[in-house]
């Protein structure tokens, strides 16, 4: 069980950095802000371990947790990024 967590929290913080990458273009090239951003993180993160899960034969459920624990982490991770920058 404790391997299975720390599987799941390992991936969640590798995919963080990939799903804050595609946030930060997307909204640099929209005028997405607010929750929609939290909503946006949350989705990608959701969708892309979803996709991996089907293309090679993944337990679904683990997946979608790691992508929502993803997508978690990135807005996260973003928002202490832009604090410390100063920025809104």
């Known amino acids: 069980m404790e391997e299975i967590l720390m ?4 991936s969640a913080i590798g995919g963080s950095v990939v799903v804050s990458g595609i946030t930060e ?4 090239n929209s005028k ?6 939290i909503v946006f993180s949350l989705v ?6 979803g996709t991996i899960a089907v293309v090679f034969d993944l ?7 790691t992508g929502f624990l993803t ?8 928002n202490s990024y832009k604090q410390s920058k100063g920025g809104i």
């Open 59 to 65: 337990p679904l459920a683990e997946s979608l947790l």
């Open 7 to 10: 599987t799941l929290v390992l």
């Open 71 to 78: 997508g978690w982490a990135s807005v996260g991770a973003f």
């Open 44 to 49: 990608t993160g959701i969708v892309l371990f």
């Open 32 to 37: 997405l802000s607010g929750i929609w951003v």
């Open 25 to 28: 273009v997307v909204k640099q």
